[in-house]
């Protein structure tokens, strides 16, 4: 019994891991299918960036076909752990007949309720799905869960024009300018605002009619919204998932005990995010009392990281 609970141990203290899954589809013009592989390529650079904990997979071309995806996806739901994340970027075309969103692809497509069921098999807790593409706010009924961020480039199933969502998506990545709150880690929360507000401000530069309007959910439900904030419940979720940590970090993750401080530091800012969300309810000597605490506690702990 007592080596069943040292193993039980064991594992619970094993450190996270991040699996991302990058898949760049059917283009159907030279054009596009230079752009979209250049995306996923790009892509697949920043996130291996992450270091050794960051498990990247990126399929386009004619090995981005619905059974690749499905056999990549069910390995990954073997290896992955309750404890790790899990993203899943979708670049390129899709489509909509009023019934069924679908993801282009070499061959067969990939229905929303396919990709959806797929997801479900995967252990990990908190998943992220950023579809960018065409079509693609037709996916968020299917794909909405609880402790899921969706992320999509347009806001129905009726903007069908080719997003530019997935080239600023990728600038999110590699821009300092995306860490709003200059912690060194770039989140969910943070790339999407970036994106949303580099998408529209491309519309308006060019002076054209908006033809995708960017939208995000992290409640378990799909009614998405374009500006995420504790007053409509949205980002909370969004707000913890990170999708670029600095090196720094990654190299003192190494580290047990360092390991152990990082941990702590995501449960302190995870902790601040949610009191954030909670202040309409609060006292505010309440209020301020805790969130002086945990920013105090905060604040040590990454003192005793920079060491």
């Known amino acids: 019994m007592k080596f069943v609970c040292l193993l039980l141990l064991c594992a619970c203290s094993l450190p996270a891991a991040d699996y991302y899954l990058t898949v760049a589809g059917l283009g159907g013009e030279p054009e596009y299918e230079a752009q979209f592989v250049k995306w996923a390529s790009d892509l697949d650079r920043e996130l291996k960036a992450n ?176 500006d995420p904030k504790p007053e409509n419940g949205h980002g909370l979720v969004a707000a913890s998932f990170a999708l670029i940590r600095p090196q720094t970090e990654t190299a003192k993750a190494a580290n047990p005990e360092k390991q152990r401080l990082l941990s702590k530091k995501e449960d302190l800012e995870a902790r601040i995010d949610r009191l954030k969300y909670q202040k309409a309810a609060m006292e505010a000597n309440e209020y301020k009392q805790q969130l002086t605490s945990l920013l105090l506690e905060l604040a040590r702990t990454q003192s005793e990281i920079d060491k």
């Not at 690749?68 to 390129?92: N, V």
Request: net charge neutral.
């Open 51 to 226: 270091g050794p904990d960051a498990h990247v997979v990126t399929l386009s071309g004619a090995a981005a076909t619905r059974v690749r995806i499905q056999q990549t996806m069910a390995g990954l739901a073997a290896d992955i752990k309750a404890t790790d994340t899990f993203a899943l970027f979708l670049i390129g075309h899709g489509s909509y007949d009023e019934t069924d969103y679908k993801f282009n692809l070499p061959g067969p497509d990939i229905t929303a309720a396919e990709l959806a069921a797929l997801l479900d098999r995967i252990p990990a807790h908190r998943q992220l799905i950023v579809n960018m593409t065409s079509c693609s706010g037709a996916s968020l009924a299917a794909l909405a869960k609880r402790d899921r961020v969706v992320i999509t480039a347009t806001k129905t199933g009726t903007e069908k024009n080719a997003p530019v969502f997935a080239r600023y998506w990728v600038d999110a990545l590699r821009d300092p300018a995306a860490d709003t709150d200059k912690n060194g880690t770039t989140s969910a929360l943070e790339a999407f605002r970036y994106t949303e507000r580099k998408t529209a401000t491309y519309f308006e530069s060019e002076k054209l009619l908006a033809t995708e309007h960017p939208l995000l959910t992290d409640t378990g439900k799909a009614n998405a919204v374009r």
